[in-house]
């Protein structure tokens, strides 16, 4: 059981996992290790163990309910934050866009669907001639 349990302890920490898949991992893992050592400690009648597992168990549960309530309450505002930003984005686009517009910078007539497309990935010809 020892042997297990470092092999364990060395697989969560050196993996290569991110945060969220440890924080899931760890509850569970804990939970069930609580209910195997607490069967073995209630067998052997060690009741003060037993009971030691079982808090452990309640707590490993309460953590474990705690991050899928945290984890719920992120994602939406997560995601408002996503829209906005991208909306905040396109106001800029639009910005630039009517600007070079407004001054007949650009030398092929594209809408603003197509610039919003070329922009960042694709060169877009400017005027750039010089007024007389």
Same mark, same amino acid.
């Given at each position: 059981m020892i042997i297990g349990l470092t092999i364990g302890f060395f697989l969560f920490v050196y993996n290569k996992f991110d945060l969220q898949v440890k924080a899931k991992m760890l509850p569970i893992t804990t939970i =069930? #290790?609580?209910l195997i050592l607490g069967l073995q400690a209630y067998s052997t009648n060690d009741f003060m163990t037993l009971q030691i597992w079982i808090c452990i168990f309640l707590f490993s549960i309460s953590i474990l309910y705690t991050y *899928? =309530? $945290?984890n719920n309450k992120i994602s939406p505002l997560s995601k408002a934050n996503s829209m906005l930003n991208n909306q #905040?984005? $396109?106001i800029k686009l639009n910005e630039i866009y009517a600007f070079f *517009? #407004? $001054?007949e910078l650009l030398t092929n007539d594209m809408n603003f669907h197509e610039f919003k497309?070329?922009? #960042?990935?694709?060169?877009i010809y400017l005027n750039m001639d010089v007024p007389l």
């Open positions: =069930i #290790l609580s *899928k =309530i $945290n #905040l984005d $396109n *517009k #407004l $001054n497309e070329a922009f #960042l990935k694709t060169p």
